[in-house]
């Protein structure tokens, strides 16, 4: 660790609003354990229900455990920061929260891109369906997609790691999170703007491209369906996964494709709260709610456990 590196960094968060603190901590207090009991429900309903043992609720429940991990990346030391005065994380603690956070960021983004793509496949090529999308390739697929994301996190957070930051120890965030340390450097930081920006481009707005591409796909075949229940039944599912897709790729959006120096005081507060702990929150009542598949399975499961006791 050289000169220019802090052995802590003080996450300035709100500090400049204090009376915003505590409303924060409450409703963060309250939307982890939603986070983490629902995104564990969907887990164990799509793997103790036989008929929900398909390609899409194993995607499912990839992004279920991916939400888990990316929120507890974060909302553990956001609510001791919040709930005490020292508002600090050591160096060592900012660069492994770089390296995980980044790694569930990058992930969800082609996993989402997968699972339009299982979508697509489902409604538009139903009698290959079964045929392209059994479980090797939905192993692969899945690999690929976490292996994608590791690399991603481990290039991008090792370089803004090397970044001198001249004796700097203070973020204006309330995490650690590449353009807010890439925007704290000193020096020549030009060509980090510009690989950040490069490969957001591939990890989001390509991503983000094919889901739209198969979403108009699936919207031309959803209306060649005769049978209105069928009509409704591909519409619930395929809403329910356009919602989650907005909710994190427009933040994620905002936030990494621009130049790190042109982001705003609070942008990255509120972006990161939004797709770091609302999203995954919400991702397990947005499913639910609309797809009567899981509601069954959940109502079975709650009733099998009231009837075992």
Excluded at 34 to 62: E, K, Q, W
Excluded at 240 to 247: D, E, G, K, T, Y
Excluded at 248 to 272: E, H, N, T, V, W
Aim: with cysteine; net charge positive; charged share 10%.
């Amino acid at each position: 660790m050289n000169n220019s590196h802090p052995k802590e960094f003080v996450l300035l968060g709100f500090a400049d609003r204090p009376w915003l603190e505590l409303p924060l901590f409450a409703i963060l207090l309250i939307t982890y354990p939603m986070a983490m009991v629902g995104n564990t429900a969907i887990i164990l309903v799509s793997r103790l229900d036989a008929r929900l043992h398909s390609p899409m609720y194993f995607f499912l429940t990839n992004l279920s455990f991916l939400d888990m991990c990316y929120t507890t990346s974060i909302v553990p030391q956001m609510l001791f920061n919040l709930g005490s005065t020292k508002k600090t994380i050591s160096y060592v603690g900012c660069a492994a929260q770089l390296y995980f956070f980044h790694t569930m960021g990058g992930t969800e983004c082609l996993l989402l891109a997968i699972m339009s793509f299982d979508r697509y496949l489902a409604i538009c090529k139903p009698l290959h369906y079964t045929l392209i999308m059994n479980p090797r390739i939905c192993i692969l697929l899945a690999s690929t997609v976490w292996l994608t994301g590791i690399t991603y996190a481990v290039s991008e957070a090792t370089a803004t790691l090397q970044l001198p930051l001249c004796g700097l120890n203070k973020l204006d965030h309330l995490l650690c999170e590449i353009p807010v340390l890439i925007k704290a450097a000193c020096g020549e930081k030009a060509a980090n703007e510009l690989t950040l920006s490069v490969v957001c481009i591939f990890m989001l707005a390509v991503p983000l491209g094919l889901i739209l591409a198969s979403y108009a796909c699936i919207g031309h075949a959803v209306f060649k369906i005769k049978s209105s229940e069928g009509r409704k039944k591909a519409f619930g599912t395929c809403s329910s996964h356009l919602i989650v897709v907005f909710l994190f790729y427009g933040p994620a959006i905002s936030m990494y494709l621009q130049p790190p120096s042109s982001i705003s005081r609070d942008q990255p507060k509120f972006m990161a709260l939004f797709y770091g702990v609302v999203t995954p929150a919400l991702n397990p009542f947005i499913y639910t709610l609309r797809n009567k598949d899981v509601k069954g399975a959940l109502g079975n499961l709650v009733s099998g456990i009231f009837v075992s006791k």
